[in-house]
């Protein structure tokens, strides 16, 4: 079956970086574009970044421009997003997500905190 599996999270102070993974399983990784979600404590779960499925194309939502880069290793079966000048808004589970199978990995916690 489909599985998802995010890593890389943790506790960075402010200006900081992080460099999150999702490793994936149960599909043909390189044929689907893949996405890189957020969700705040009592806030609605975003879209941070979308990937193509060669890595043509990317999409970021407004406040990550700049600062984030989502990439992806397709012999790997793995996609990641680099996270550089971190604030205490990036604060987060980060999803791993596969649009077509509608498929969630566990989450990761970031945390940008002094």
């Known amino acids: 079956q489909v599985r998802l599996v995010e890593s890389g999270g943790g506790l960075v102070q402010p200006g900081g970086s992080l460099r999150l993974s999702c490793a994936a399983s149960?599909?043909?990784?390189?044929?689907?574009?893949m996405s890189w979600y957020r969700q705040a404590p009592g806030k609605e779960r975003e879209l941070v970044a979308t990937?193509?499925?060669?890595?043509?194309?990317?999409h970021y939502t407004d406040s990550v421009k700049g600062r984030f880069a989502i990439s992806r290793d397709n012999a790997k079966n793995t996609v990641y997003l680099q996270m550089i000048s971190l604030k205490p808004e990036d604060t987060a589970v980060y999803y791993c997500?596969?649009?077509?199978?509608?498929?969630w990995g566990q989450g990761t916690q970031v945390t940008v905190s002094s």
């Open positions: 149960g599909f043909i990784f390189s044929t689907q574009s």
């Open positions: 990937i193509t499925r060669f890595g043509g194309s990317t």
């Open positions: 997500h596969a649009p077509e199978f509608n498929a």
